[in-house]
Nanobody, 126 residues
Framework: QVQLVESGGGLVQAGGSLRLSCAAS????????MAWFRQAPGKEREFVAT????????YYKDTVKGRLTISRDNAKNTVYLQMNSLKPEDTAVYFC???????????????????WGQGTQVTVSS
């Protein structure tokens, strides 16, 4: 079992920044591919970004490239999502997820992830 706890969400004006964190406990953190997903009201959960075990490879949803950055610190069992130049359409509940499958750029399907956090709300005002 892996337990994931997100933090760092909040209310920010358009153009602002937030940094989300996801702290993991349980099994060895660096054995897992990590990702961030988000879900807006009335919409399906969508992929945002994923990162390989070592942190050396990342993959992003097209609309967040250049604005959002995923990273991980295996010594701290934590994955981050730095969010810059935020837009109202980024408003959603953000979830981190862990997968025991090998990393590849197609790790965008939520069903490929074994463990999920409870989510943290991000609201971007215009």
């Amino acid at each position: 079992q892996v337990q994931l706890v997100e933090s760092g969400g909040g209310l920010v004006q358009a153009g602002g920044s937030l940094r989300l964190s996801c702290a993991a406990s349980g099994r060895t953190f660096n054995n897992y591919v990590m990702a961030w997903f988000r879900q807006a009201p009335g919409k399906e959960r969508e992929f945002v970004a994923t990162i390989s075990w070592s942190g050396g490879r990342t993959y992003y949803k097209d609309t967040v490239k250049g604005r959002l950055t995923i990273s991980r610190d295996n010594a701290k069992n934590t994955v981050y999502l730095q969010m810059n130049s935020l837009k109202p359409e980024d408003t959603a509940v953000y979830f981190c997820a862990a997968s025991s499958r090998p990393y590849y750029s197609g790790n965008t399907d939520p069903t490929m992830y074994d463990y999920w956090g409870q989510g943290t709300q991000v609201t971007v005002s215009s």
